[in-house]
């Protein structure tokens, strides 16, 4: 987040405007679907900003493909630009700009398809923007919007060893610029104290990031059948600090709201699935990039 002007007197303050950038990509889910997978990526750029309290101004893109003399990647790039119009004409987001890499090919064969997307978004005020780590002393933890998971293309399908395979959750476009409004909003007004979209690694990633950020675990209950590291890019958020009644404001705005879990203790509990202490969550999040490099 960077502010822009503002300043204070004795009498009033004035709004602190200011702007986010936000970047997205990811090859394995647009090998999947190149349509849904390139206009995911754009939801996902969306939702990062909606958590801080941004709305998008603009997008770039760098597409990044093999050889499109070849039909197949020249099928895959056309299906990405498709996607791409799709999510900017629903989320009201106009292409600024934006350049492409291809022939990008050895020869094991061509990279995965992999656009790139940036999209900068304006904050009314800087001093409102949200938090990703969760908060000592609250309660209740959220899960909101129409958030269905698969393992397609997911981060863990790659630990296992597995190619990008089978189908992207079809994603409705509405319900999905509801859901960024819901958190835009609530991050602004104060009403959510923490707000995280779910993206790589499933909801169990968001829970872990939200713990070793805020240095305090949380007790969770996921809802039967969700797949924990299953991915949907742009549709689920996790909040916190919630002001009023979940039940209203799920009628309110037409969007799902579940409770989930509540905030407090020295680890992440996930009913079924973990229990992990943080000083174990920290040691995997600080270190995995060593990891990588081995």
Known sequence: VLRLTGGE???TVEPSPGIAPSVDGSGRSWAVGPRVGAAAAVYECAATLACVGAEPLGLTNCLNFGNPEKPHVAW??????EGLRDACLALSVP???GNVS???ESPDGPILPTPVVGIIGRLPDVRMA???GFVEGEEEIALIGDFRPSRGGSEVAKLEGSAPAGALPAKDAKA????HAVIRDGVRSGAFSTAHDIAEGGIATALAECCIHGGIGATVELPDGLDPFGEDFGTGFLVTGMAGDLAALSQEAGVPVAVIGAVGGQSLDIAGLLNVPLSGLAEAHAGGLVELLR
């Open 176 to 179: 999905i610029a509801a859901t």
């Open 76 to 81: 895959q790039l056309s299906q990405a630009v």
């Open 102 to 104: 291809l022939y990008n």
């Open 95 to 97: 292409v600024v700009g």
């Open 130 to 132: 949200g938090r990703l």
């Open 9 to 11: 007197s004795a009498a």
